[in-house]
């Protein structure tokens, strides 16, 4: 029963996710529900997604972008912090599930705590799914997200990052590196099987920068909707 519902997100969480020319998980098949099914094989890029700037070991290409209310934030001015970058789509159901149940529900809150800087990125084009004001504060204030939603209209700070999908998560150390790019956890944008071992690779990664240690994932494929440049 318990992968019936795991895998029954189908046609319905796809149709969101995705828009017409945009490259999405393969569907499953079976009655449509609430959570979305694992995205085993998001492999193909977005056309208009060119090859990144940012690389592992490499320093994070610096930006500067509106928060919801207009105020700039600018990612030179948290130099001396170790930094996330979580891309973010409030009508994606695999950012809806990693915030209300999954990777994103509790680590945000729990590493802004110890001082991490945690911004949320939203590289939507205006029109397009997850866009606009009204909706990403209405979802920021169901998520409980008390960190920063910055807007990227012309998608060109997800470009320079790499980001194809919704969530895709980036560590930046404290010097300014990229030590971390890819999902937020190991269960591929969907709900755990009983017992499953779920490794959260935000977390340990910040762990082990807490602790000095080199970073043993340091870049994982990232699951769930396109992003909607």
């Known amino acids: ?30 009655a449509a529900a609430s959570q979305p099914a694992r995205a085993d094989a998001p ?13 592992i070991g490499q320093p994070a290409p610096d930006f500067t972008l509106p928060d ?26 695999f950012v809806q599930l990693a915030h209300r149940q999954g990777g994103l529900k509790d680590v945000p809150a729990q590493q802004t705590q110890k001082g991490v800087v945690w911004l949320a990125i939203n590289s939507g084009a205006p ?6 004001k009204e909706e990403n504060v209405k979802a920021k204030g169901e998520f409980g997200m008390s960190y920063p939603l910055l807007i990227d209209e012309k998608g ?16 930046i150390d404290p010097q300014g590196t990229v030590v971390y790019a890819g999902a937020i956890d190991s269960t591929k944008g969907g709900e755990p099987e009983p017992g499953e071992q779920v490794t959260n690779y935000v977390d340990a990664a910040l762990a082990e920068l807490a602790a000095g240690k080199a970073i043993s994932t340091k870049e994982t494929e990232a699951f769930g909707c396109t992003v909607k440049y």
């Open 68 to 93: 919801l209310d207009g105020k700039p934030v600018k990612l030179a001015d948290h130099k001396g912090k170790t930094v996330v970058l979580e891309w973010f789509n409030p009508g994606c159901p």
């Open 156 to 171: 060109d700070v997800g470009r320079a990052y790499g980001a194809q999908r919704t969530p895709h998560m980036v560590v």
């Open 1 to 30: 029963m318990h992968k019936l519902i795991c895998l029954t997100f189908l046609a319905a969480a796809l149709a969101a996710c995705t828009q017409p020319g945009e490259a999405s998980a393969p569907a499953a098949t079976g």
């Open 127 to 132: 029109g397009k799914q997850g866009t606009g």
């Open 43 to 55: 492999k193909a890029k977005a056309a208009d997604a060119p090859a990144a700037q940012a690389k």
